[in-house]
């Protein structure tokens, strides 16, 4: 990201009426969060509580002993008190140390032993710390999700658990598991993600080219986008579109003036292809 650009579209987002903030220690740009956020707050356009700050603990720092100073760190950067969210990035663990992605000689990730539940247990006491409003996780499946409901003596469930959702892939099952245990689901890459060949699996087609979104679009004189955004939300699935452009910041906030039909949430429901744009292949 070019520097400034992520401060300047913050605040652009803000004066739209955005605010819930995905951010993560990984994405280099906390500092320009936060003096986004305080600018607002200096211009009387929002208060700290109007915020909802959600920052994650990268796969570096699971040992339990590194959990709350990392936070203290994001806090830090983002000149901030509290976060309103704290979730584990990942459920699996990589070397302590500076590299994001420590790497052995043969170029593969080097993992870390650790025990997500002892992890988890610090989480908790971040949110006892009130660093932390709320604790939750991001890419756990059932089976990790089940491991830390079941973990004896848990304090806090994980209030949320965001994971990969639009129409291309709706984790009907997972929406299920989440829904029986009062976890919220937030849906990374609503919009099918950019086509960034690096780190997106673009043998899946563009989500916003769909035929049936672009269709039931026009009926609404909306976009493709605000049709996946709207469609998300409608199922109780938390939407983090990304964008560094002011038009599209904003179009993807005025979502709040049509609803879709049963039958469209259906039609949209078969486009579904168990296909991830976002394979995470470490
Ligand atoms: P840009 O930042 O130039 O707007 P996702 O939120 O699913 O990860 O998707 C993000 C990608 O979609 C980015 O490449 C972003 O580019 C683009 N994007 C965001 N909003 C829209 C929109 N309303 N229409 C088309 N593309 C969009």
Redesign the pocket.
């Known amino acids: 990201t070019p520097k400034g650009s992520c401060l300047e579209?913050v605040k652009f987002a803000i004066d739209t009426g955005y605010r819930h903030i995905d951010g993560a220690f990984v994405y280099y740009n906390e500092h320009e969060v936060g003096q986004a956020i305080q600018e607002k707050i200096a211009e009387g356009r929002i208060k700290r509580e109007d915020i909802f700050y959600c920052g994650k603990l990268w796969s570096t720092c699971h040992p339990p002993e590194m959990v709350r100073p990392t936070l203290e760190k994001t806090l830090k950067i983002l000149q901030l008190d509290y976060v309103d969210l704290y979730i584990i990035e990942l459920p699996m663990a990589f070397k302590p140390g500076d590299a994001i992605y420590p790497k052995d000689e043969n170029g593969k990730i080097i993992y870390h032993e650790t025990d997500l539940c002892a992890t988890w247990e610090a989480m908790e006491a971040c949110k006892d710390a009130g660093l932390a409003k709320s604790i939750g996780v991001s890419n756990f499946n059932r089976r990790q999700l089940e491991m830390i409901l079941n973990k004896p003596g848990l304090k806090y469930k994980p209030v949320s658990n965001q994971v990969e959702c639009?129409p291309y892939f709706t984790q009907p099952k997972l929406l299920e598991f989440c829904r029986q245990h009062g976890i919220v689901i937030v849906g990374?890459?609503?919009?099918?993600?950019?086509?960034?060949e690096t780190w997106v699996n673009v043998s899946s087609p563009p989500?916003?080219k769909d035929p049936v979104l672009n269709a039931i679009g026009k009926k609404y004189n909306k976009?493709?986008?605000?049709v996946a955004l709207r469609f998300s939300i409608q199922r109780g699935v938390v939407?983090?579109?990304?964008?560094?452009?002011p038009?599209?910041?904003r179009?993807?906030f005025q979502i709040f003036d049509f609803s879709l039909t049963e039958e469209e949430m259906k039609e949209i429901e078969a486009l579904n292809k168990n296909v991830r744009?976002v394979e995470l292949l470490m």
């Open positions: 579209s639009h990374y890459s609503p919009l099918g993600t950019s086509r960034d989500l916003l976009t493709a986008a605000q939407v983090i579109p990304k964008s560094f452009n038009q599209r910041i179009e993807n744009y």
